[in-house]
C-alpha cells in the first residue's frame, strides 16, 4: 500500500507560479511511475503530466507543455509538480498518482494510488 500526500497548492495571480510537492509513504516510490491530474468543477479528471520511477522520462498535456516541469527526488520518496505562467483556467483540484511500470500513462484508471489532492486557485 502506497499513501501519497499533496501540498503547496494555494491562490496565486495569473502568470504567478507555484509548486506542489507530493509526498509518498506506505513503500519506496523509486519504482513507481508518477502522475499530476487535475480537475475542475464539473470537468473529469485530466491528466497534467507524469514522470517515469527513474526520472529520465517525462510526458506532459499540451495545455501544460512549456510551463510546468515534473520532478521526482527517490530518496525523498517525493514526486514535485512546478507550474509557471498560470492562468485562470489553471485551477482547480491537483492529484498525484502513481502506478506500477514504467509506461507514463494518461488515463486515470490506470494508476493504483491517489492522493487527497491539493486545490489550485489561479485569479485574473
Known amino acids: 500500500q502506497v499513501q501519497l500526500v499533496e501540498s503547496g497548492g494555494g491562490l496565486v495571480q495569473a502568470g504567478g507560479s507555484l509548486r506542489l510537492s507530493c509526498a509518498a509513504s506506505?513503500?519506496?516510490?523509486?519504482?513507481?511511475?508518477m502522475g499530476w491530474f487535475r480537475q475542475a468543477p464539473g470537468k473529469e479528471r485530466e491528466f497534467v503530466g507524469g514522470?517515469?520511477?527513474?526520472?529520465?522520462?517525462?510526458d506532459y498535456a499540451d495545455s501544460v507543455k512549456g510551463r510546468f516541469t515534473i520532478s521526482r527526488d527517490n530518496a525523498k520518496n517525493t514526486v514535485y509538480l512546478q507550474m509557471n505562467s498560470l492562468k485562470p483556467e489553471d485551477t482547480a483540484v491537483y492529484y498525484c498518482?502513481?502506478?506500477?511500470?514504467?509506461?507514463?500513462?494518461?488515463?486515470?484508471?490506470?494508476?493504483?494510488?491517489w492522493g487527497q489532492g491539493t486545490q489550485v486557485t489561479v485569479s485574473s
Open positions: 514522470i517515469s520511477w527513474s526520472g529520465g522520462g517525462t
Open positions: 498518482a502513481a502506478r506500477g511500470g514504467a509506461i507514463i500513462n494518461w488515463s486515470p484508471g490506470e494508476y493504483f494510488y
Open positions: 506506505g513503500r519506496p516510490n523509486s519504482r513507481y511511475t
